[in-house]
């Protein structure tokens, strides 16, 4: 079993930055490979980016390219997403996911372990 609690969210203007973490317990952390996912209201779960399980690759959506950065630091068991030049249209719930099989997989159904989400909104 892996527990994962994101902290960080909250409400920034358009423009602004916010950094999300999620703290890790359980299994292994540093075998786990991470992802960031959001939610908006009546729109399908998406995956923001991914990392693998040491750090060395990562994937990102279109649409975050350029503005978010997903980290992790394995002795403290988290991992990060660096939020830059908030849009309007990055208000989601964002949840941190954990698994063993695939960095890179963008169905949600691909990931065994979840967060609660923390909540990002960003006002024009």
């Known amino acids: 079993q892996v527990q994962l609690v994101e902290s960080g969210g909250g409400s920034v203007q358009a423009g602004g930055s916010l950094r999300l973490s999620c703290a890790a317990s359980?299994?292994?952390?540093?075998?786990?490979?991470m992802a960031w996912f959001r939610q908006a209201p009546g729109k399908e779960r998406e995956r923001v980016a991914g990392?693998?399980?040491?750090?060395?690759?990562?994937i990102y959506a279109d649409s975050v390219k350029g503005r978010f950065t997903i980290s992790r630091d394995n002795a403290k068991n988290t991992v990060y997403l660096q939020m830059n030049s908030l849009k309007p249209g990055d208000t989601a719930v964002y949840s941190c996911?954990?698994?063993?099989?695939?960095?890179?997989?963008?169905?949600?159904?691909?990931?065994?372990?979840w967060g609660q989400g923390t909540q990002v909104t960003v006002s024009s």
């Open positions: 996911a954990a698994d063993y099989n695939d960095y890179a997989a963008a169905d949600p159904a691909s990931w065994k372990y």
């Open positions: 359980g299994r292994t952390f540093s075998n786990a490979h």
């Open positions: 990392i693998s399980s040491r750090g060395r690759s990562t």
